[in-house]
Every structure is written in structure tokens, then in C-alpha cells.
């Protein structure tokens, strides 16, 4: 079993949608948890930390599971501007990379 | 307001070839990584270190090299270039468990 796993999409969806993605990890004694958005094999860029209690920004909302050893996006209202690839990163000493879920967004 | 840089931003190889990535960050931060990340793919962790003198195999060791004489700086040696290592490389670096700060990546054919 990979370490990190997430379901590779890829997902197309219309403006105004709410989309969610989840990512899996192996290790239970990871500590911390982010959601990072990458466009176009540019450098990732952090979308989001994701706390125990679940957080919210805007549009986006992240959770932990811990029992289930999962985390998850939610994205709401989607943008033209949010098609990217959402990489979710488990973290012990090492940052373990989720493959990545493509979105499209169409108008 | 440097963060993470790296060099070169391009290269090719030849088969056999050697070549070292650089990689320097100016925050202090103590971990350091190195990663690749291939056409559609995700980012594969290569190496990484907790501290100066301190480096530790990631998933994709296979091939490469490096050390961490210094807080600062965590080259990426590749010593017999092959074409399985073309690739986007990026190096990454956090302080504590924060978030990963990302130099703008390496692009690397093996010809």
C-alpha cells in the first residue's frame, strides 16, 4: 500500500459546481496534514493547512480523519481559476506527496 | 527575500554524464528535500534531511546523492546520468512541521 494515496481523476466539472477530493495516508503516526495546488508543473503552492477540527477558507474547506486515516478538499462554487492539480502531503521527518487530482472546471 | 533557489532552471544530459543540482534556501529552515516529478505524475520524494550532516533515502533513491554540509545548502548529485531520470526536479524546504517552501523546480533531460 502506497503511503499517500489519492483517487488521480481526473475531475471535470461546470462553474458553480462543489467538487471533493480525499487522500488517504498509511502512516497513523503522521502529524500534519496540507493540501498544495500545482499548475502546469509549476512549483506546488499551499492551499491549505488541514487541523484536526476541520478548517475553512473561503470557497475551501479541509478535514482530518484520524480514525479513518484520511483528509479531504471541499471546494465550493468552483472557479474557472481553481483547474489545477490538488496534491495532498502527509508529514513525519519525510513529506510523503499524494499523485495529485486533476480538476477542469468548464464554463 | 530569496526562499528556496535553485539552479540551474535547465539542463540536458548526455547517458553517463554527472551533474549536481543546487539547491540553497535562506530561512533557516532545517529540513531540506529533494523531489521529481514526472510527465502527469506526482512529486516523488528522492532525499531529505532534518539538519546539517543529517540525510536520510526517500522513495526514489536509486541513482542519486547528497549531502548537507550546511544549513543552507542541500546539492542533488546524479553521477551516471540514464534516461529514467528525466524528470522536473524540485527541492523544498520547512522549518519544524510547517509548510514546504518550493525553489521553481529543475528541468532535466537525459539525452
Known amino acids: 500500500r502506497k503511503e499517500v494515496e489519492q483517487d488521480p481523476g481526473p475531475f471535470n466539472v461546470p462553474e458553480g459546481a462543489t467538487v471533493a477530493f480525499n487522500c488517504t495516508y498509511s502512516n497513523s503516526a503522521s502529524q500534519s496534514f496540507f493540501w498544495y495546488r500545482q499548475d502546469c508543473r509549476k512549483e506546488p503552492k499551499l492551499l491549505m493547512s488541514?487541523?484536526?477540527s476541520g478548517n475553512e477558507d473561503g470557497r475551501f474547506t479541509a478535514q482530518l480523519n484520524r480514525a479513518s486515516q484520511y483528509i479531504s478538499l471541499l471546494i465550493r462554487d468552483s472557479k474557472l481559476s481553481d483547474s489545477a492539480t490538488y496534491l495532498c502531503?502527509?508529514?513525519?521527518?519525510?513529506?510523503?506527496f499524494g499523485a495529485g487530482t486533476r480538476l477542469t472546471v468548464k464554463p | 527575500n530569496a526562499g528556496v533557489t535553485q539552479t540551474p532552471k535547465f539542463r540536458i544530459l548526455k547517458i553517463g554524464q554527472s551533474m549536481t543540482l543546487q539547491c540553497a534556501q535562506d530561512m533557516n529552515h532545517n529540513y531540506m528535500y529533494w523531489y521529481r516529478q514526472d510527465p502527469g505524475m506526482g512529486l516523488k520524494l528522492i532525499y531529505y534531511?532534518?539538519?546539517?550532516?543529517?540525510?536520510d533515502k526517500g522513495e526514489v533513491p536509486n541513482g542519486y546523492n547528497v549531502s548537507r554540509s550546511t544549513t543552507e545548502d542541500f546539492p542533488l548529485r546524479l553521477e551516471l546520468a540514464a534516461p529514467s531520470q528525466t524528470s522536473v526536479y524540485f527541492c523544498?524546504?520547512?522549518?519544524?512541521?510547517?509548510?514546504?517552501?518550493f525553489g521553481s523546480g529543475t528541468q532535466l533531460s537525459v539525452l
Open positions: 523544498a524546504s520547512r522549518q519544524g512541521f510547517e509548510k514546504l517552501f
Open positions: 534531511s532534518v539538519g546539517a550532516g543529517i540525510t
Open positions: 502531503v502527509v508529514n513525519g521527518n519525510d513529506m510523503r
Open positions: 488541514v487541523y484536526s
